[in-house]
């Protein structure tokens, strides 16, 4: 993907748009057929597992990310994002991979992310969560 760094934002705030109203043609347009998913809820390997994966938890819940910062790489092969997610449990998830939700409950999340990008598309996606470190007391 030859873009400006601004080019490439808009094309990922387009994606994380295109995911928030959950149009699952539009998102799945941006992963490579073999793509490489690594997040804190699962590990998958191409487009249809992805898309899957995500069919299933918008059964459960209603997801929402924000994008909070943004580094392109100047080539357009690399994306770095800091990610505020925000789930509403529309029914209760017991079994949810990343800990239980009741229907109305809230949870919300700051991950970073990391996307490798070929011919448009993302190839690789890792993310990890932040978790602040508690205040020290003393």
Do not use: C
């Not at 400006?4 to 994380?16: G, K, P, Q, S, V």
């Not at 799945?28 to 995500?54: E, K």
């Not at 459960?60 to 909070?68: A, C, S």
């Amino acid at each position: 993907m030859n873009a400006t760094t601004a080019d490439l934002r808009l094309w990922f705030e387009d994606y994380l748009a295109a995911f928030n109203r959950a149009d699952f043609a539009a998102f799945g347009s941006y992963y490579a057929d073999d793509v490489v998913f690594h997040g804190q809820a699962a590990q998958l390997i191409g487009r249809d597992s992805v898309l899957n994966f995500y069919r299933k938890v918008r059964g459960y819940l209603d997801e929402r990310v924000d994008l909070l910062g943004f580094v392109g790489a100047p080539d357009g092969s690399r994306i770095a994002a800091e990610l505020r997610t925000t789930l509403i449990a529309l029914r209760d998830w017991p079994d949810m991979p990343t800990g239980a939700m009741r229907a109305g409950d809230t949870r919300q999340r700051v991950s970073f992310a990391m996307y490798d990008v070929a011919y448009g598309r993302f190839t690789r996606i890792r993310t990890a969560r932040f978790v602040s470190a508690p205040e020290n007391a003393g």
